[in-house]
């Protein structure tokens, strides 16, 4: 961890900020379930869980947290994506009431009756905790825009980043945020950002898994994985063990599933040519050729509850396949040569009949790829015996609840290799595996396992965006750049900065 960073723990600051309004970023994005009825239920608290001890210390502390999160991935205001189901959970956990600050979509913003700081100070001196309503309903948010920024900054103190899921993601709450208020660090984000560590050193075989429904996300973080080097990160650059390995791939295996299977389906289908099928068996052929125009169920199907690809989807995958898989179905050597590893078997639904090992040329119009198959859950088991760093993020079926078997195969597999450094991350990841742990009656050894699920899989290969901006903010309130309204909080980090070094 940047030392820089290390001096802003907000723990640390706890007495500088009694009374004051803290933004804290959180990630609340959890698994939903529907109850009879139609009402929606916290399917996982484990997020609210890992985030809320943290949040009751700036309680206890006298700080007047305003939680501010995410939920699923709203395209402006929907109220289908409101917070109303994290209230009991969230309540439960602080062990207080919590109210929803409102967003009014008439005006674009947050209910100015509920978002000012006499109506905050007001819920907190009654003893309930204010909670913003989906921060990503502001159109602001995920551009990361001052819009937004300037108005939370008009009515919180300082900003908390306490939110290790969307660390890799630049937002208006996490990042612009910070040209106007200092950011400190809450211990779950410092928590994450140290464990991590762990898996920014070099250990091969190195591998990561990536399923999950996220695709052009994934496919995006899956090139800055494999451009990773061994001495990308500052903890390793001069590490005189790394001398002579300068220009190393840092990892030596990526391995997909979930939804990227479709995208990397349709990636080969699509860059297939004639001279790809030399030497193949004639009907093997045959049926590649036919393949070319095949519509598969959940690829096209959006309107009917399947899942739509677009083009940058299927460009991102060729791109990857050409750098680093290269046909893989027609070799019988799948890690000869490769790096990334599609699987060479499938678990389809064709209508009412399920085909549990069906290959890229068996497959037909109508299909609908539900898990690998398998062959390749064989192939990924003994890739993950024999690694010595596992990264694991995403289911790999396309259904969390009725196509589990690849995953719990994986979890088994990776539970079974003891000598790795391993993370899991991610909600559907860490719920799937704490499904699985409840119906098996064991506890599996998956190492650490983190609350983000994309931002993890960034850490294989950078520092985060977040991590970044609260290093730059560090650097402003030290140099005085925040202005006198902070010089009490700024003097604070110099001490402790100072303390610091003596220690070392």
């Known amino acids: 961890m940047d030392g820089i960073l290390a001096y802003l723990r907000a723990f640390d600051y706890l007495g500088e900020l009694e009374g ?34 943290f949040i009751r210390e700036l309680i206890n502390a006298g700080v007047v947290p305003l939680l501010v999160t ?27 009431r919590v109210e929803i600050i409102r967003f009014a979509p008439d005006s674009g913003t947050f209910a100015p009756k509920q978002f000012n700081t006499d109506y905050l100070n007001g819920l907190f001196k009654d003893g309930i905790i204010p909670l913003l309503d989906n921060i990503r309903f502001h159109p602001d948010e995920t551009k990361n825009r001052e819009g937004l920024s300037n108005i939370l900054a008009g009515v919180v103190d300082v900003s908390i980043q306490n939110s290790f899921g969307t660390a890799h993601r630049k937002e208006a709450s996490s990042n612009r945020i910070h040209e106007y208020l200092p950011g400190l660090a809450g211990s779950l984000l410092v928590d994450e950002i140290e464990a991590h560590m762990k898996i920014k050193r070099p250990g ?17 973080l899956m090139r800055a994985i494999f451009r990773a080097e061994k001495t990308t990160h500052w903890s390793n650059m001069f590490n005189p063990e790394l001398n002579l390995q300068i220009g190393e791939r840092l990892v030596d295996y990526v391995l997909v599933g ?27 052929k045959k049926d590649l050729r036919g393949l070319r125009e095949v519509r598969l169920k959940g690829f096209e199907t959006a309107k ?32 000869k040569g490769r790096r990334l590893l599609l699987p060479i078997d499938y678990i389809v639904k064709r209508g009412d009949t399920i085909l549990r090992s069906a290959l890229l040329h068996e ?27 596992i990264v694991w993020n995403g289911p790999l079926g396309v259904d969390d ?39 098996s009656g064991r506890r599996f050894n998956m190492g650490f396992r983190s609350t983000g699920g994309g931002s993890t899989l ?12 609260l290093i730059m903010s560090a650097r402003k309130l030290l140099e005085g750049g925040y202005g006198t309204d902070y010089e009490t909080l700024r003097k604070a980090a110099i001490r402790k900065h100072l303390v610091r070094g003596e220690r070392h």
């Open 304 to 335: 009917e509850g399947g899942y739509l690809y677009n083009a940058e989807e299927i460009n991102l995958a060729q791109g990857l396949l050409r750098l680093y898989n290269e046909f893989q179905f027609r070799d019988p050597e799948p890690l």
């Open 20 to 53: 004051k309004i803290a933004l804290v970023k959180s990630d609340f994005n959890v698994p939903l379930i529907n109850e009879a009825g139609g009402a929606l239920r916290v399917a996982d608290p484990f997020r609210i869980l890992q985030a809320a001890p």
């Open 70 to 96: 995410h939920l699923g991935r709203p395209r402006g205001y929907d109220p289908a994506f409101t917070l109303d189901p994290l209230l009991g959970p969230l309540s439960k956990a602080l062990d207080k």
């Open 363 to 389: 497959l037909m119009d109508d299909d609908e790829i539900v898990d690998i198959g398998d062959k390749t859950r064989d192939l990924y088991a003994g890739v993950i015996g024999k690694a010595k760093t």
């Open 204 to 220: 091969s075989p190195y591998i990561v898994i990536v399923g999950g429904d996220k695709v052009e996300d994934s496919l995006q």
């Open 458 to 469: 960034l850490e294989t290969a950078y520092d985060s965006p977040v991590t970044i901006s």
């Open 258 to 284: 979930g939804h990227l299977m479709y995208a990397f389906v349709y990636a080969q289908l699509t860059m297939l040519k004639e001279e790809n099928l030399k030497g193949l068996p004639g009907e093997i």
């Open 401 to 439: 609840e009725k196509f589990v078997e690849g995953t719990r195969r994986l979890i088994e597999a990776i539970d079974a290799n003891r000598e790795a450094v391993k993370e899991i991350g991610g909600g559907s990841t860490n719920f799937m595996t704490s499904a699985y742990e409840t119906e």
